[in-house]
């Protein structure tokens, strides 16, 4: 299951430096805009402290997480809904995202230049959504009037045009259409789908702060309340590009130092993974203890899908362990003897942290 999070932001506010340290690959960190031209995606594994103990109860060799797919995409500016700067490029790089992930510059500093010659947030949030909004209602208003057109003829489509219209009067007011609700994998977005509408995906914030702003919790809250109700996350690209080259115990000590108790890269991987909808399951052996990625709700045969399509085709039935229930007994026999290994059928939905072995007939 690959679903990607298009990084975006305006010129200069450390998207690559950001993007550097995710991936530790070593895209090309430019001051000035546009340094990234062509997309560069990146896999990046989701921090799981449960794969290591499952590792250490089956003696398995190697570990696998799950994984979110981020993609660097150039640098917005004013105007790129009317094709400004790589307006058309980003818009069309953004449209292949699941997410948007926008990078909001909040550090000072003299040498790295901001394309609208200060600094602050709450401007560029609204410079980058009122491009988002834009592209959206260019979409719209294409394709509104001949929709109002078909529906005197076509009933059908009338609850349709509806939707259209609603989701015009909101952006027309300045708002995403997440804001209110109207996200990607939502009810309310069925009837939009095939307009790729930008502003009905998921959101996240990255707020690239000074090192001091980290631990300054007034500061974040303001920065919360901004973009509420999507998530925001607070790091210091630079000491998160310092942290991915040292080992674990540097590292740690380094973040101790700053206050902090986990990367801010971690947490991006989290709350990018919880945006997207997803979680997990796992299975273990002596060959590997892995996370495998479904969407909430998946049933145990799509779950079973993930692994291979055959697995689905034959599924009979799932062998459930709840993660800390194996844990707590210590081996698969001595769940099963104290009654917490479960048979489930077709109908189960599969829970965060399920441990599974699956039971199939091809």
Not at 110 to 134: A, Q
Not at 301 to 326: C, M, N, R, Y
Not at 351 to 357: H, K, L, P, S
Request: hydrophobic letters at 40%; a negative charge.
């Amino acid at each position: 299951m690959s679903l990607t999070i298009g990084i975006v932001g305006l010129p200069n506010v450390g998207k690559s430096t950001l993007f550097n340290a995710l991936t530790k690959n070593d895209v090309l960190a430019a001051n000035y805009p546009f340094a990234t031209i062509e997309p560069n995606v990146g896999v990046v594994g989701v921090p799981d402290p449960r794969l290591g103990k499952l590792a250490e109860i089956f003696k398995s060799e190697r570990i696998l997480p799950a994984t979110v797919d981020f993609v660097d995409i150039a640098g917005i500016v004013r105007g790129a809904s009317e094709g400004e700067g790589l307006g058309n490029k980003f818009l069309a790089n953004i449209r292949e995202s699941d997410a948007i992930c926008q990078v909001i510059r909040a550090f000072k500093d003299e040498n790295v230049v901001h394309v609208d010659g200060k600094v602050s947030p709450k401007d560029d949030i609204e410079t980058i959504n009122t491009e988002l909004i834009l592209a959206d209602l260019q979409t719209i208003e294409k394709v509104l009037p001949r929709l109002q057109k078909e529906s005197r003829i076509k009933k059908d489509i009338q609850a349709k045009v509806k939707a259209v219209e609603e989701a015009k009067e909101i952006l027309e007011k300045g708002d995403t259409l997440f804001a209110h609700g109207i996200v990607q994998g939502s009810e309310r977005t069925e009837l939009l789908h095939d307009l790729h509408l930008l502003t009905t995906k998921p959101f996240l914030y990255v707020f690239n702060v000074d090192e001091d702003e980290l631990v300054d919790e007034d500061f974040k809250n303001e920065q919360r309340a901004l973009v509420a109700p999507a998530e925001a996350i607070f790091l210091n690209a630079k000491l998160e590009a310092d942290l991915a080259e040292l080992d674990e115990d540097e590292a740690l000590e380094l973040l101790q130092s700053v206050g902090q108790e986990e990367p801010g890269l971690a947490t991006l991987a989290h709350v990018g993974f919880r945006t997207l909808g997803l979680q997990t399951y796992l299975t273990a052996g002596p060959k590997e203890s892995r996370a495998w990625t479904i969407k909430k709700g998946a049933t145990a045969p799509e779950a079973a899908g993930v692994i291979h399509t055959d697995f689905q085709k034959g599924f009979i039935k799932a062998e459930v362990i709840s993660f800390d229930d194996l844990v707590e007994t210590g081996s698969v026999a001595e769940a099963r003897a104290k009654g917490k290994a479960r048979m489930e059928g077709k109908d189960y939905v599969m829970q965060d942290g399920d441990v599974v072995e699956f039971r199939f007939n091809v």
